[in-house]
């Protein structure tokens, strides 16, 4: 299994950005997946989640509103559309596969990260 995700980079507090996932070595569409996120010396915490079908999501209290989550089954492709970015978002983004929707960082499988740095 792999998971590769893509769309970080520098941008100024108030911008936006979006993160990418392609996933491969599974069948995509059975799976939930996930956004968690690790600041330096914090722990990862969860983002946001999606269920296979994509009727279902949840978001983590600091972003709802300003992130939306979504999927593409018949592309593989896991998104994460981050507006209003703010400093405090500054984080290595991951994706991650899973069974059920958790909020804890239970994951089957996790993606290598992408880098969100927001400048002040």
């Known amino acids: 299994v792999q998971l590769q995700a893509s769309g970080g980079g520098l941008v100024q507090a108030g911008g936006s950005l979006r993160l990418s996932c392609g996933a491969s070595?599974?069948?995509?569409?059975?799976?939930?997946m996930a956004w968690f996120r690790q600041a330096p010396g914090k722990e990862r915490e969860f983002v946001a989640g999606?269920?296979?079908?994509?009727?279902?999501?949840d978001y983590a209290g600091f972003v709802k509103g300003r992130f939306t989550i979504s999927r593409d089954n018949g592309k593989n492709t896991l998104y994460l559309q981050m507006n209003g970015l703010k400093p405090e978002d500054t984080a290595v983004y991951y994706c991650?596969?899973?069974?059920?929707?958790?909020?804890?960082?239970?994951?089957?499988?996790w993606g290598q990260g992408t880098l969100v740095t927001v400048s002040s």
């Open positions: 991650a596969a899973n069974r059920i929707l958790t909020a804890a960082r239970r994951y089957d499988y």
């Open positions: 070595g599974l069948i995509f569409s059975n799976y939930v």
């Open positions: 999606i269920a296979w079908s994509a009727t279902t999501t």
